[in-house]
């Protein structure tokens, strides 16, 4: 139920705030009560705000004595809404009903249909949310993080031979966009050389910022 209550909350952001309109926590909570007959405690409502500004959503909080909330309204790619979707789907702490329940939600929230591009939908249904897809997710935060902050990253290439993983040495990459090919992301960045290039996520290992 939590989870669902950040995805209206995220909605409520999403339909009725911008810079210039932001929202006070106790707008938010009225427009969940009166728009969805939900109610939620102030620490409910921290945590969630929380948890969504962590998810990377678009989420703004003001500063000062009394905090108010606003989304950066950008339209969101289909790689973002894949990444989404994959962060729902790999939590191995939401039911299967309650993830059922988010996606439809996610549909609603996305400002445009999430099931424009069939090559998206039928790599999702195709997918086994292993331990290995759990990893590629939280490889896919980390440099998401890194294109957002303007920050390098460090790696190294894993490429399987013989059942067995071959690691190179670490490398050095400047991140700055990624997308998908053929089901598989692409990561695109500056090397050490200054040189762009491209590496496919799941040859990425030990994925981690550099300070």
Do not use: W
């Not at 590496?199 to 994925?207: A, K």
Request: with cysteine.
């Amino acid at each position: 139920m939590a989870a669902i209550n950040s995805l209206y909350l995220l909605k409520i952001l999403e339909d009725h705030s911008d810079q210039y309109h932001p929202l006070t926590k106790n707008e938010i909570i009225k427009y969940l009560n009166n728009d969805y007959n939900i109610d939620i405690e102030e620490k409910q409502f921290f945590r969630r705000i929380e948890e969504l500004i962590e998810l990377n959503f678009p989420v703004v909080k003001t500063r000062g004595r009394y905090s108010t909330y606003y989304i950066n309204k950008t339209d969101l790619t289909p790689e973002e809404v894949l990444y989404v979707y994959s962060l729902i789907k790999a939590n191995k702490s939401i039911s299967e009903q309650e993830t059922e329940r988010l996606i439809l939600n996610l549909q609603n929230i996305m400002p445009f249909s999430f099931r424009e591009s069939d090559i998206h939908m039928d790599f999702l249904d195709e997918q086994e949310f292993s331990k290995s897809k759990i990893d590629n997710i939280k490889k896919f935060q980390t440099i998401f993080r890194a294109i957002k902050n303007k920050e390098k990253i460090r790696y190294k290439i894993g490429r399987l031979k013989e059942s067995k993983y071959s690691f190179s040495e670490y490398k050095v990459l400047y991140p700055n966009n990624y997308f998908l090919l053929n089901c598989s992301f692409k990561i695109i960045g500056l090397d050490d050389d200054k040189k762009e290039i491209s590496i496919n996520l799941e040859e990425m290992f030990n994925v981690e910022i550099i300070f």
